[in-house]
């Protein structure tokens, strides 16, 4: 277990968050659990229609498939504060 798996939690609330609706809200079959750890290892990402591109890069950054390039809190922290002041 890394940080790197909180990462990815908070990124995939934080699209919920910014979107307004349930993430995977889809039309990929998700009646086992199989079905849906397949779909996110091989990529699947919920949708950000409707967020800032600067909200786009932090949160794709948070959930990046290869665990080693995803921020740490820190630079989120950092990076949403600089969102936050040029608001």
């Given at each position: 277990?890394?940080?790197?798996v909180?990462v990815?939690s908070?990124?995939i609330?934080?699209?919920?968050?910014?979107?307004g609706?349930?993430?995977?809200?889809t039309?990929v079959?998700?009646s086992?659990?199989?079905?849906?750890?397949?779909a996110?290892?091989n990529?699947?990402r919920?949708?950000?229609?409707g967020?800032?591109s600067?909200?786009?890069?932090?949160?794709?950054?948070?959930?990046?498939?290869?665990?080693s390039s995803?921020s740490?809190?820190?630079?989120v922290?950092?990076?949403?504060?600089?969102?936050?002041d040029?608001?």
């Open positions: 277990y890394t940080g790197a909180d990815y908070f990124a609330m934080a699209a919920q968050v910014m979107v609706k349930l993430v995977y809200d039309e079959d998700f086992t659990q199989y079905n849906f750890m397949s996110v290892c990529g699947l919920p949708g950000l229609a967020c800032s600067e909200v786009k890069s932090i949160i794709t950054k948070c959930w990046d498939g290869n665990v995803r740490s809190f820190h630079d922290v950092l990076k949403m504060g600089t969102v936050v040029n608001y």
